[in-house]
């Protein structure tokens, strides 16, 4: 069985097939853009090859995911201090942050700790990280779908149960194949 993910248009939608299954996704509302030419703000989602590089979850309202025996990374609990920096000025842009601790609160960043659903499980892909280019892009996720199906900032977006459920099939050698507009 193939164990990449792969996300690409169909018809007027965006899927994410994994093995046999299709699961519907909403990406960027500008559609999907390369790398090279993707800017933070964009609203598009990079296309390329991408590895998952973490996990983060709301432990009041998602049980710790249960990932293969194999899975090498962590997961991480989101508590209200915690943030992704979207500030292309900041050494700290595209990394995730405790606001608590941060002496200059001037830094754009957005609050992982939301009143709705969409970050209640987030998987961190590995864009514009080695090196880490500002204004290419920061947080680059797939978190849970809004309650309208709406499409993202830029990110990848899944219902909260097919998310869940496709975590406990996640293996440490999968990529995420996010495939150009056509």
Not at 35 to 47: A, I, L, M, R, V
Not at 75 to 89: E, L, M, S, V, Y
């Amino acid at each position: 069985m193939r164990k990449d993910w792969i996300i690409k248009k169909l018809n007027n939608n965006y899927i994410l097939r994994v093995e046999r299954k299709i699961y519907k996704c909403q990406i960027g509302k500008r559609g999907t853009k390369s790398p090279t030419k993707k800017n933070e703000g964009d609203f598009s989602t990079p296309t390329g090859k991408w590895k998952v590089k973490r996990i983060y979850y709301r432990y009041d309202k998602v049980l710790t995911p249960k990932l293969k025996k194999q899975f090498v990374f962590k997961t991480f609990k989101i508590t209200k201090n915690c943030a992704w920096c979207d500030d292309n000025k900041s050494n700290f842009y595209n990394k995730y942050l405790d606001i608590e601790k941060l002496s200059n609160n001037d830094l754009s960043f957005e609050k992982l700790w939301r009143n709705d659903d969409v970050y209640d499980i987030i998987l961190v892909l590995d864009h514009n990280f080695k090196p880490i280019i500002r204004n290419k892009g920061s947080a680059v996720f797939i978190h849970c779908s809004f309650h309208d199906f709406r499409d993202t900032a830029g990110c990848v977006a899944l219902q909260k149960k097919d998310l869940i459920y496709l975590i406990s099939k996640l293996k440490k050698n999968t990529s995420i194949i996010i495939g150009k507009n056509k």
